[in-house]
């Protein structure tokens, strides 16, 4: 599925880096997620008086003077919160997805299954089913 997938454009892409990871969105995800980076552009500008570069975290740390990436356990926690705040939204399978996101720091769907090897695949769905069951599904 890798190699069939490898610069599809219908398929999210991944370069890996010396600093970790670039993800290249198809058009749909990155419409999807536009509002999203929007806001986190918007909270950059107003806390630090322009807007991002290259170079500059989406997700930084708002009490830090300067760009700082902010730890991955306060994003997760964030993004825990708000989706406490919209569950009603989001529904249960929606906080499911989320659970297991947090528990293991990414999601598998069927468009991003290629960048994932079979083991963090069982993994995530291990801990869907976990989550699931948390929030009373089958």
Do not use: C
């Not at 999203?36 to 322009?50: I, N, P, S, W």
């Not at 930084?60 to 991955?72: H, I, K, N, S, W």
């Not at 989320?98 to 991003?112: N, S």
């Amino acid at each position: 599925m890798m190699i069939a997938r490898e610069g599809d454009p219908d398929f999210v892409q991944q370069t890996r880096t010396p600093g970790g990871r670039t993800i290249h969105l198809t058009p749909d995800a990155a419409d999807t997620l536009r509002p999203a980076l929007e806001a986190r552009r918007q909270a950059f500008v107003e806390k630090f008086g322009r807007d991002p570069g290259p170079g500059d975290p989406v997700f930084f740390d708002r009490a830090a003077a300067t760009p700082t990436v902010q730890r991955e356990e306060d994003v997760i926690a964030e993004i825990g919160l708000m989706a406490e705040a919209h569950r009603g939204d989001i529904g249960p399978e929606g906080m499911a997805i989320v659970a297991a996101w947090q528990e293991l720091g990414y999601i598998i769907t069927d468009k991003t299954a290629h960048l994932f090897t079979a083991h963090e695949a069982e993994a995530f769905s291990d801990a869907l089913t976990r989550a699931r069951n948390a929030e009373g599904q089958s």
